[in-house]
């Protein structure tokens, strides 16, 4: 028995996928890990950190400052003034609200820079505040 052009072209349609929802769900996924990654954000140096064998290892360290053995306090890849830690640190902190503080100092850093750090720190609503150390 031979089919009509009618059949015959109906068969051909039910043979075809619809791509289009499979495209929206990988885009949508796509969108959904790019929003949630959380991306590495470094405080602009190196510095040579002093070795403490009960350091512990911090998760959530979202604002970074370095303090080189110059005293020079570094803060998302630029040079800040120890006047201007607090301002800047106030502004981090309103981004990411749940973000801890670490100061990486190196070890022949000055302590009464630290200290200024700190300060601004604790001044600036921060009161989880850590120092960086090689474990």
Not at 104 to 130: C, I
Request: charged content about 30%.
């Amino acid at each position: 028995m031979r089919k009509s052009p009618i059949n015959v072209m109906q068969d051909d349609e039910e043979q075809n996928i619809d791509m289009t929802p499979m495209l929206d769900v990988v885009f949508i996924m796509l969108i959904f890990f790019i929003v949630t990654a959380s991306f590495v954000k470094e405080a602009g140096i190196d510095v040579n950190r002093p070795d403490a064998p009960t350091a512990v290892k911090k998760e959530r360290a979202n604002i970074l400052i370095a303090i080189n053995d110059a005293g020079e306090i570094w803060i998302d890849k630029r040079r800040i003034d120890v006047r201007a830690v607090q301002a800047n640190i106030e502004r981090l902190k309103a981004e990411n609200p749940q973000g801890s503080v670490v100061i990486q100092a190196d070890r022949k850093a000055n302590v009464e820079t630290l200290v200024k750090v700190m300060d601004a720190s604790r001044a600036a609503g921060a009161y989880d505040v850590s120092i960086a150390a090689n474990e």
